[in-house]
Every structure is written in structure tokens, then in C-alpha cells.
């Protein structure tokens, strides 16, 4: 088994995490359970061809 060091593991890590659009993983908290659209707001961009994920905040009632 090859030896992975700190800063490789942490690397690695980040660039899976980055890959995982911000679809996927609204879906998953669909998945789980979370109905609506209370959580996420999701705007594309056009240009960039990226989606952005935005976590709304709650209503102070």
C-alpha cells in the first residue's frame, strides 16, 4: 500500500469535494428527506457554464 502524506490526502480530498456539483448535492438532501426549496437557491451562469449554490438563510419570524 502506497504511503499518502498530509498535505496529498488533504490535496486529493478538495479536489474530489470540488468536483461534486452543487446539483448533486441538492438532490441528496432531497434524497434524505428535505423537501422545498427552503434550503438552496441554485443560480447558473451562463458564461462560466457553473452552477452556484447558495444555502438561504432563515426567516427571523
Known sequence: MPKIDIFSAIY??????????ALTIQRCFRKAGFKGDF?????????????DLNIKKPANN
Do not use: C, M, N, P
Open 39 to 51: 434550503l438552496f437557491e441554485i443560480k447558473e451562469t451562463s458564461k462560466s457554464k457553473t452552477t
Open 12 to 21: 486529493k480530498i478538495k479536489r474530489e469535494w470540488d468536483s461534486v456539483s
